[in-house]
Nanobody
Framework: QVRLVESGGGLVQAGDSLRLSCAASGLTFSSYTMGWFRRAPRKERDFVASITWSGGSTYYADSVKGRFTISRDNAKNTVYLQMNSLKPEDTAVYYC?????????????WGQGTQVTASS
């Protein structure tokens, strides 16, 4: 059974930092591209960042470039999202997701999400 468990969310002031973690189990973690997505209140779920299986390539939404950094530790089956200079508009539930490497299936496994709130 595949499980993705996010942690590290919370309530912070605008300008503060948070680091989210996503611990994966039940899958060959190093074979998956990992992504972070977020859903703000009354909005669609949006892509935030992704990282390929080796960590060699990363991709970011324009809204977080230069502020957020995605990384992974394949030995720990964990992907991270370092979020700096948080803004109120970053407030959302953040989800991690897994996509089979080299597949066109898209993200097939999802975590339950962790709330991030940045107050002004």
């Amino acid at each position: 059974q595949v499980r993705l468990v996010e942690s590290g969310g919370g309530l912070v002031q605008a300008g503060d930092s948070l680091r989210l973690s996503c611990a994966a189990s039940g899958l060959t973690f190093s074979s998956y591209t990992m992504g972070w997505f977020r859903r703000a209140p009354r909005k669609e779920r949006d892509f935030v960042a992704s990282i390929t299986w080796s960590g060699g390539s990363t991709y970011y939404a324009d809204s977080v470039k230069g502020r957020f950094t995605i990384s992974r530790d394949n030995a720990k089956n964990t992907v991270y999202l370092q979020m700096n200079s948080l803004k109120p508009e970053d407030t959302a539930v953040y989800y991690c997701a897994a996509q089979p490497g080299g597949s066109s299936e898209g993200y097939i496994y999802w975590g339950q999400g962790t709330q991030v709130t940045a107050s002004s």
